[in-house]
């Protein structure tokens, strides 16, 4: 199975998203490609990236994969988690449109307080600044999400490959997947500076967990062959036996009509 990964690195803009690629090919993004295409998988780890992809209804039509995800009854008590929050200092709280027309199959989610109280629930909410917030997600129970059982507490790229070959993908060619040495910023940075009150927020690229995470993934999964296509010039190179680097143009022959 021949699978087209996309990362939000810079590099990827060499790309052109809406390029006709062979049948056989299956896509998976990470996060904000949602706004530019669509892929036949879309991950995300981040809650808040995860209520922006339900608001805009791309899950109702488009499979996706959210990492602790899970949608709890109607009868949960909504205001009795606000005062929780309110009770912490946390007084923002962002909550999609509920439609009642599906009466009792609406579904709400929420979140663990911080990333190390995981509490089984859907993540969506948050203490630390500047990310200080509550999501609150209302579901009809038409989206097409899986829970990511594993792979956890990664990153949205690093998620998606290990699913990817979970998934059996034997050849993958990775795009804008940057590791610099130095912080570089994501591709929908403008989207993203919406979370932190509009103030720059580079993204520092050169993270040894990140960098772990693919190394495990490229060892565990040893008959997979990775492509990994120009990427930043900085990006840290791996020596993997069943890794390989290429060129836009030459990945374009390959995989494009």
């Given at each position: 199975?021949?699978?087209?990964?996309?990362?939000?690195?810079?590099?990827?803009?060499?790309?052109?998203?809406?390029?006709?690629?062979?049948?056989?090919?299956?896509?998976?993004?990470?996060?904000?490609?949602?706004n530019?295409?669509?892929?036949?998988?879309?991950?995300?780890?981040?809650?808040?990236?995860?209520?922006?992809?339900?608001?805009s209804?791309?899950?109702?039509?488009?499979?996706?994969?959210?990492?602790?995800?899970?949608?709890?009854?109607?009868?949960?008590?909504?205001?009795?988690?606000?005062?929780?929050?309110?009770?912490?200092?946390?007084?923002?709280?962002?909550?999609?449109?509920?439609?009642?027309?599906?009466?009792?199959?609406?579904?709400?989610?929420?979140?663990?307080?911080?990333?190390?109280?995981?509490?089984?629930?859907?993540?969506?909410g948050?203490?630390?600044p500047?990310?200080e917030?509550?999501?609150?997600?209302?579901?009809?129970?038409?989206?097409?999400?899986?829970?990511?059982?594993?792979?956890?507490?990664?990153?949205?790229?690093?998620?998606?490959?290990?699913?990817?070959?979970?998934?059996?993908?034997?050849?993958?060619?990775?795009?804008?997947?940057?590791?610099?040495?130095?912080?570089?910023?994501?591709?929908?940075?403008?989207?993203?500076?919406?979370?932190?009150?509009?103030?720059?927020?580079?993204?520092?690229v050169?993270?040894?967990?990140?960098?772990g995470?693919i190394?495990?993934?490229?060892?565990?999964?040893?008959?997979?062959?990775?492509?990994?296509?120009?990427?930043?010039?900085?990006?840290?190179?791996?020596?993997?036996?069943?890794?390989?680097?290429?060129?836009?143009?030459?990945?374009?022959?390959?995989?494009?009509?």
């Amino acid at each position: 199975m021949r699978t087209v990964l996309y990362g939000n690195g810079k590099s990827r803009l060499k790309w052109d998203l809406k390029q006709n690629l062979h049948d056989d090919i299956i896509t998976w993004g990470c996060n904000r490609i949602y706004n530019d295409t669509v892929v036949d998988n879309l991950v995300a780890v981040d809650y808040w990236v995860q209520h922006d992809i339900v608001e805009s209804g791309y899950a109702h039509k488009n499979k996706c994969w959210f990492s602790d995800w899970e949608v709890l009854p109607m009868e949960y008590d909504v205001q009795h988690l606000k005062d929780q929050y309110s009770a912490q200092g946390c007084n923002r709280f962002i909550e999609n449109t509920r439609n009642d027309s599906y009466g009792s199959t609406s579904k709400l989610t929420y979140g663990v307080v911080d990333n190390t109280n995981k509490a089984g629930k859907v993540v969506s909410g948050r203490l630390q600044p500047p990310l200080e917030a509550l999501y609150i997600t209302w579901v009809d129970g038409t989206e097409l999400i899986k829970n990511v059982d594993f792979p956890v507490e990664w990153s949205s790229g690093s998620t998606a490959i290990h699913l990817a070959c979970q998934q059996g993908a034997k050849e993958i060619y990775l795009m804008g997947f940057d590791l610099g040495s130095y912080p570089i910023n994501n591709v929908y940075e403008d989207i993203q500076n919406k979370f932190f009150d509009n103030n720059p927020h580079r993204v520092n690229v050169n993270r040894p967990d990140w960098i772990g995470q693919i190394k495990t993934v490229m060892k565990e999964f040893r008959d997979t062959q990775f492509i990994w296509v120009e990427p930043d010039r900085d990006t840290v190179k791996f020596d993997m036996n069943n890794l390989t680097y290429d060129t836009y143009e030459n990945i374009r022959r390959k995989i494009c009509r």
